[in-house]
């Protein structure tokens, strides 16, 4: 019986368009009695974000209500009124919503990503202590430089050299990892080397994600449910997964625990450090609150960077003046220096214009309501902003918002005699690439000192070409977890001009 509900849609799809047409463009799908738009979502699922990008491009309001099977309506908007509303004026009235919490609570539990109000405010209050400018500073000048110098160019240089094809998708997961575990917990997990470890706890830490991914992408989410109950297929490697994630955030804990008991005082306090002499000492919740920054860490920087990397492969010229630019500075991790790195600054926020680290971010209501649209919300709905059909808007970006322009974000400054750049960022309604209001990311500072410090410790000496399988044009973006689906497979090539020795 669970057999025959996987490929269900395999046979429902072929037999409903005998019935029913659902044009694969953008108009608003058509609503009908018990199933709503339930078929239209079936038959556009491997397409979705460009379908309902193209819904949200055509409409006035930016903003839709789609009706699924017996749920209430799901309101998407790529509406920066609408994104202010739900994230900021009325933050209050827009949660994480029980069915988007049960889906990812064998996960996240009850971590800073998965939880409102109390618990939410007290762990956004830890982790805030750790973006302050000393910290961001130590960031730049020791954890990143020493990952980037000692790991991250002897692998390039090293695939260079003996023509290996990469996934450089890859690389800069296990090189977000080694960081945010420097960082938050002052642990080094080291896997980040040459020989590319394909540990125990590596391939958990994926199979996590991508086994909780695909609950969240299900159109039955019965399936999931009844799996578990039965302990098989993904399900079952979701469990041993989790079992492997927590096994290793507890080790950190003991290991940290023991440090804290030794030392009376650290010469360094990691973020771990402060949540354990807070007082919290319940062991699941704080197992909670490592795996969810671990996540966090690892998984949105990594994504940014990858989709840079192979849009920056189609622009040449903006490559060349990102050079420039990395010239100019000392090859020494200077925080200053990296902090002013302001054309690849703008670089970095258009690749995430087009591809944001999340795509699409669902709240669901608390309590009736009333958008700036005219869109009537009703207690439960889920409520779902936009940023990936956002980017791709000419309201908000002009006619050429289909191109990767850097220029967009800056300012040309004539000051004795000569020019500069300036930034200019947009409001966070409009580019919500951080989230906005209260929930605003607080590692966003941290995530750009670390892609800007990336960029320049790999561009200095290598040329990235993607290596894709003939035939294929364009990378697919996965809309739940905004990777590359299938990796980035590259090859490493070192600029002729330049061989030095990365300071130490």
């Not at 009333?370 to 006619?399: C, I, Q």
């Not at 040309?412 to 990311?441: H, L």
Request: glycine share 6%; with cysteine.
């Amino acid at each position: 019986m669970l057999l025959q509900l996987q490929f269900l849609p395999l046979i429902l799809i072929p037999l409903l368009s005998v019935f029913f047409f659902f044009n694969s463009n953008s108009r608003v799908p058509k609503s009908y009695p018990l199933v709503g738009s339930f078929f239209a979502l079936l038959a556009n699922r491997d397409r979705l974000l460009p379908w309902l990008t193209g819904i949200i491009q055509d409409l006035p309001s930016n903003t839709f209500v789609l009706r699924q099977s017996f749920a209430t309506g799901h309101v998407t908007s790529g509406n920066a009124a609408v994104v202010q509303l739900i994230l900021m004026t009325n933050f209050n009235n827009y949660g994480k919503g029980e069915d988007s919490r049960r889906t990812v609570y064998d996960l996240l539990g009850e971590g800073i990503f998965n939880v409102d109000g109390e618990s939410w405010k007290f762990q956004r209050q830890i982790a805030m202590q750790e973006f302050n400018t000393k910290s961001l500073r130590k960031f730049v000048e020791t954890v990143v430089h020493t990952e980037v110098s000692q790991r991250l160019i002897p692998t390039l240089t090293s695939a260079a050299e003996h023509g290996t094809v990469l996934d450089f998708q890859d690389i800069l997961q296990r090189f977000t990892f080694d960081n945010i575990c420097n960082i938050a917990f002052g642990f080094d997990p080291a896997y980040l080397l040459p020989s590319l470890p394909q540990t125990k706890l590596y391939l958990a830490f994926e199979n996590g994600i991508k086994c909780s991914s695909e609950r969240g992408n299900t159109l039955f989410p019965g399936v999931w449910k009844i799996k578990k109950l039965l302990n098989i297929g993904s399900e079952k490697r979701l469990k041993i997964a989790i079992s492997e994630m927590r096994g290793f955030a507890m080790t950190i804990i003991k290991e940290k625990k023991q440090e804290l008991r030794e030392k009376e005082s650290l010469d360094s306090v990691d973020l771990l450090s402060r949540l354990l002499n807070s007082g919290h000492l319940d062991e699941n919740f704080v197992i909670d609150f490592v795996i969810s920054f671990i996540l966090a860490g690892r998984d949105t920087s990594s994504a940014a960077l990858t989709w840079f990397f192979w849009v920056l492969s189609k622009n040449p010229k903006i490559e060349s003046e990102i050079l420039k630019e990395i010239e100019e500075k000392s090859e020494g991790p200077v925080y200053d220096e990296v902090k002013d790195m302001v054309y690849t600054h703008a670089s970095l926020c258009e690749s995430m214009r087009l591809y944001p680290p999340v795509a699409l971010d669902a709240k669901e209501a608390v309590n009736d309501d009333l958008l700036p649209d005219g869109t009537v919300v009703k207690k439960g709905m889920k409520v779902s902003y936009f940023p990936y059909a956002m980017g791709r808007l000419e309201k908000l970006w002009g006619s050429d918002w289909a191109e990767f322009k850097p220029e967009r974000w800056l300012q040309k400054e004539e000051e004795n005699s000569k020019s500069s750049w300036r930034f200019v960022g947009r409001d966070s309604y409009t580019y919500p690439v951080f989230q906005a209001g209260p929930r605003i990311c607080l590692g966003k500072e941290m995530a750009f000192l670390q892609m800007k410090s990336v960029v320049a410790g790999v561009l200095r000496r290598f040329k990235v070409v993607p290596a894709f399988e003939q035939g294929v044009q364009e990378p697919e973006y996965d809309s739940f977890l905004s990777k590359m689906k299938g990796g980035f497979p590259v090859k490493i090539e070192e600029r002729e001009r330049h061989h030095l020795h990365y300071e130490n």
